[in-house]
């Protein structure tokens, strides 16, 4: 039967937050099988559900802004050839590889107890990175919650925070660890929590002038939500309480 060997033509271009990969090897007889390729990657979502293929035309979809190098193969078999044709594509590493990464912390009061809130963001290029949360110990069980957010040019922002009773933690770290198929090995983001002071009281007293009163001062310092400051006069002893 007569066999003609195909025209093989590799595209590539970006758009929408991704990079597509064409490879088609047209008019050939009968027609040729395409296929891809790639390099193992640390994160199966980077070409999962991406790749296409109709007949002797194949899409490959990937993210405009990748983490590493990467090398695509596109393979081309057809009865014309001795052996398998190969066209490779190799996509640069995006100048935005290496996540961005910054920590927060706030503190709050809640009936009357303190409590701590630390957010780890993270700027990254797809995949999402892995955050997660620890102290010094061992055993440390801390409950977290992330949220994902898709942003354009291949980007993906990822949020984690972390909310507890101030008294349990103070005084220690609390690190922020991100991994990410950019990274060699995973980064980390400390803060410490800092020691709660008790409350300073301090009283005064001292006599108006021109007049018979004194005038006594109460006074809380330092961590003193919902303290309740109150006066044990004298008997018989009037007087006229004002809170500040």
């Keep these: 039967f007569l066999s003609v060997s195909p025209t093989i033509r590799v595209d590539s271009h970006s758009g929408g937050g991704f990079r597509m990969i064409e490879c088609a090897a047209a008019d050939a007889v009968p027609a040729a099988?395409?296929?891809?390729?790639?390099?193992?990657a640390d994160?199966?979502?980077?070409?999962?559900?991406?790749?296409?293929?109709?007949?002797?035309?194949?899409?490959l979809l990937l993210p405009a802004c990748l983490p590493q190098e990467l090398t695509a193969l596109c393979v081309i078999n057809h009865p014309a050839f001795k052996e398998a044709q190969n066209r490779s594509v190799t996509l640069p590493l995006c100048d935005t590889a290496q996540p961005n990464i910054t920590v927060s912390f706030s503190s709050e009061w809640e009936r009357g107890q303190k409590y701590s809130k630390m957010n780890c963001s993270v700027v990254s290029v797809a995949?999402?990175?892995?955050?997660?949360?620890?102290?010094?110990?061992?055993?440390?069980?801390?409950?977290y919650s992330t949220e994902t957010e898709f942003q354009t040019e291949g980007l993906v922002s990822t949020w984690s925070s972390v909310f507890f009773l101030t008294s349990l933690y103070a005084g220690q770290n609390f690190t922020c660890t991100v991994k990410h198929a950019s990274l060699e090995s995973p980064e980390e983001r400390t803060i410490r929590?800092?020691?709660?002071?008790?409350?300073?009281?301090?009283a005064s007293v001292?006599?108006?002038?021109?007049?018979?009163?004194?005038l006594a001062v109460c006074e809380c310092k330092g961590d003193c939500v919902d303290s309740n400051l109150e006066w044990a006069l004298p008997k018989k002893a009037t007087g006229e309480t004002i809170r500040h």
Excluded: C, M
């Excluded at 099988?33 to 193992?40: D, F, G, M, T």
């Excluded at 929590?193 to 301090?202: E, F, G, T, V």
């Design 33 to 40: 099988n395409v296929s891809w390729i790639l390099p193992e």
């Design 43 to 59: 994160s199966k979502d980077l070409w999962s559900n991406s790749t296409f293929y109709n007949g002797t035309h194949s899409v």
């Design 127 to 143: 995949s999402a990175a892995a955050v997660a949360w620890h102290t010094g110990h061992k055993n440390d069980n801390i409950s």
């Design 193 to 202: 929590i800092p020691l709660q002071k008790p409350p300073r009281l301090s």
């Design 206 to 214: 001292v006599r108006q002038q021109d007049s018979l009163h004194w």
